[in-house]
């Protein structure tokens, strides 16, 4: 809401415009009565860059409010009427020229040397706009030695120039090029109305906004060049009639939406209709004495006002609790939250109390609409809010989907919200319990000396209670060492942007240990960073889970090798390749018939899909079915790390698992505990017994290497064969032989 008036004092315009109208229309009888002569043309000129009130629409035409209203006034009493829109300071030289009959503009003192007005018919307000990135600035007293943008002709020129305020003032020839010049930075800021410029910036999409509150609140009045007094007569018994008649309400119905008034407080609003009333009564009586048809007119027009304001009234008062409160659960909603709490920060800070601030989420919101519906959700977070609505002394808010901010300059209130919101005696065994996870920031002072904005204590309270659901404790008090790691935000935040564009792949090799040729290689993502250079997928991967980015990521890693092995035939050829995929790949349902089109390039069957065992487990049911599906696509699947989770070989063989990789923590001491020995020779031949592949992974020395051997793996990687290498470098090791093992079996000291 930009503009300075409310909409109680819209209707109270009305009532004033009506009385306006009963004196113009007695001026008229009587100018009709001395037989003065009306002009048969007027041309009415305005600015084009100035929405809603006027302005070119798309075929050049004008069109606005002022507009509109210019059209009525000419059919009130037939003259002919032209409206021609321009630069402002032409459209105010073609008036002083003789050229044109009238302008809309904003009445002053000054402008009253080369103008005569009519009565107002409206009220704008300026402001102070500035750059979106600019830091925030009051009033123009804030702007010394600045550049300030105006327009040529405008009310704001001549009055920043007679209030001599220290700026340097750049003028410009329209308000559409005050405004660029804001958002090309080429001054500090751009002095005009509010309502027009919001327009402007919205239609140009400008990088301007609203810098401290309105100023200038003045009248809008159509003016003639000084001393034609006939014509401001005219205009004026013009504009009295299409208020009479009703259809200047009409028009400002009509653009109503468009023009955003902002509503005032209800005693002022009250104070003006009470002054006004009083006036009013007494004009309506006296002309009642006068002309008993007019009092009839009068009198209907004063019932319907008296109806609109009292709708007005209502309304304004709803509005206003609606623009503060939540519609759901009627507590504070997030902007009126910011703001009293800023007061709240500034009194604690003045008088060094102690404030606190609570973040509370309702974990279980979206299990409960999926099981329950949105509706036992809504009556569950309603229950929540009834609870914290009984602290009187606190402020509480619902930002929406089951988060709650609550602050309080008491210990006590603290302690008890956490104990209302875990205790649950008022609901019966049948109910279903919301689950809280509190976050609490406790506010003594700030470090640095400066006064905390709100929403930085609102954000350590939000970090405290992540931090609880991520420990699954109910209640976190903040410290900084629970911040999250800022390179995390940017890593997630710098995929959104690029995507997987930033992605290589690298590959290690795999060598049959029977045949000792390379035969497999896996394929591994790594992501090349511009500013963090390469960074391990132990960093991002977890990161893309948490966020369910991972399937975007396991697709891509599924095109790129596929584009791979057909581009480097016949290297390629009798190679396997393994891709890694997660759970959330298994159960999304998309994910088959992904695949199914993806293979349809590759000439043979030659991808192994691997997903580690514990994410097997979690989805055996889905995972099985899916397993059989890209059974019958020709590819195989591996249980990767296998010995970190609990399954057993024979129930992983229900599974359609083609092979598994033994953890590469049971690897690296093969050769140096007698227990890690075990485990690995009796999970090979458990694994051969049910018919699997055993590969191990990890494998950096010769001595591991023979030991596996005679163990008898199926294949091994590790660095001892290769360390993961780009594309074009693994390509000279595919199908190529390797002699490492002694090929005299011995048997390990630890058997």
């Not at 750059?131 to 327009?151: F, I, P, R």
């Not at 009627?330 to 973040?359: C, G, M, Q």
């Not at 988060?403 to 049948?430: A, E, R």
């Not at 057993?648 to 049971?666: A, G, H, P, T, W």
């Amino acid at each position: 809401m930009d503009c300075a008036l409310g909409t109680s004092f819209k209707k109270l315009h009305f009532l004033l415009l009506a009385y306006l109208a009963l004196t113009a229309t007695g001026s008229q009888a009587t100018e009709s009565v001395d037989g003065s002569v009306m002009s048969d043309s007027i041309i009415f000129v305005g600015s084009e860059y100035y929405p809603p009130f006027e302005s070119l629409s798309a075929d050049k035409q004008p069109e606005g409010f002022i507009t509109d209203i210019q059209y009525a006034m000419s059919k009130a009493d037939g003259t002919n009427v032209e409206v021609k829109l321009m630069r402002w300071e032409d459209a105010l030289q073609e008036v002083q020229n003789g050229r044109a009959d009238a302008v809309a503009l904003i009445a002053s003192k000054e402008r009253s040397e080369h103008y005569d007005f009519t009565e107002p018919f409206y009220y704008v307000a300026h402001g102070l706009f500035i750059h979106t990135n600019t830091k925030e600035v009051d009033s123009l007293e804030d702007m010394q030695g600045q550049k300030v943008a105006v327009v040529k002709g405008a009310y704001a020129k001549s009055n920043i120039e007679n209030a001599n305020y220290d700026v340097e003032l750049v003028l410009a020839d329209s308000e559409l090029e005050c405004l660029e010049l804001v958002s090309a930075k080429e001054v500090y800021a751009c002095v005009e109305v509010i309502i027009t410029t919001k327009r402007l910036t919205e239609k140009y999409e400008l990088n301007v906004k609203l810098a401290g509150p309105p100023f200038w609140p003045r009248p809008y009045a159509f003016g003639v060049k000084k001393g034609n007094t006939k014509l401001q007569e005219e205009l004026q018994n013009q504009l009295a009639q299409i208020i009479v008649d009703g259809t200047y309400s009409d028009i400002y119905k009509k653009w109503d939406s468009q023009i955003e008034w902002k509503p005032q407080s209800f005693w002022k609003s009250f104070g003006q209709l009470s002054w006004l009333m009083g006036f009013l009564l007494v004009i309506l009586t006296v002309v009642f004495v006068l002309n008993t048809l007019l009092r009839r007119k009068v009198m209907h027009k004063t019932k319907q006002l008296e109806r609109e304001l009292k709708s007005s009234r209502d309304l304004q008062k709803k509005f206003v609790f609606n623009a503060t409160h939540d519609s759901t659960t009627k507590l504070l909603n997030r902007k009126a939250l910011f703001e009293l709490l800023d007061e709240k920060i500034k009194y604690s800070f003045i008088h060094h109390d102690e404030l606190f601030v609570i973040a509370i989420r309702i974990t279980n919101v979206v299990s409960i609409i999926s099981v329950f519906g949105y509706r036992k959700a809504i009556d569950i977070v309603v229950s929540v809010a009834k609870k914290l609505s009984k602290f009187d002394q606190a402020l509480s808010a619902h930002f929406g989907d089951g988060v709650f901010i609550v602050s309080t300059k008491n210990q006590s209130d603290v302690d008890s919200i956490i104990q209302v919101l875990g205790d649950h005696s008022d609901l019966d065994s049948n109910q279903i319990y919301p689950v809280p996870v509190i976050g609490v920031f406790e506010f003594g002072g700030s470090p640095d000396g400066n006064l905390p904005r709100s929403s930085e204590l609102v954000r350590k309270a939000i970090t405290a209670m992540n931090y609880a659901e991520r420990k699954r404790i109910l209640v976190a008090d903040y410290n900084p060492d629970i911040e999250p790691d800022r390179r995390n935000l940017q890593l997630l935040s710098d995929f959104y942007k690029v995507g997987c564009d930033q992605f290589v792949l690298h590959y290690q090799a795999q060598i049959d240990v029977d045949l000792e040729i390379i035969t497999h290689v896996e394929a591994l993502i790594r992501w090349m960073h511009p500013t963090l250079g390469l960074v391990s997928p132990y960093l991002f991967i977890p990161l893309l889970e948490e966020s369910g980015n991972i399937n975007k990521v396991t697709r891509w890693v599924i095109q790129e090798v596929i584009r791979f092995i057909n581009g480097h035939k016949p290297q390629t050829d009798n190679i396997k390749f393994s891709v890694n995929i997660t759970t959330r790949d298994l159960i999304d349902d998309s994910f088959i018939e992904f695949v199914r089109k993806a293979v349809k390039d590759l000439e043979t069957n030659s991808l192994i899909f691997e997903v580690t065992e514990s994410e097997l487990l979690e989805e055996k049911d889905k995972a099985k079915w899916v397993m059989l599906e890209l059974e019958s696509l020709g590819i195989s699947c591996a249980a990767d790390d296998f010995g970190t989770g609990y399954s057993s070989l024979s129930y992983l063989n229900e599974l359609s698992i083609n092979e598994v990789k033994l953890d590469r923590s049971f690897i690296a001491s093969l050769h140096k505990s007698d227990r890690a020995y075990k485990i690995v020779s009796s999970t090979i031949e458990l694994a051969h017994a049910l018919g699997l592949v055993v590969v191990a992974e990890g494998v950096e020395d010769r001595e591991t290497y023979q030991v596996l051997s005679d163990l008898e793996c199926d294949r091994i990687q590790g660095y001892l064969i290769s360390k993961p290498v780009p594309g074009n470098d693994v390509l000279p090791l595919l199908g190529s032989r390797l002699q490492i093992k002694s090929h005299e079996k011995k048997t390990s000291s630890l058997s």
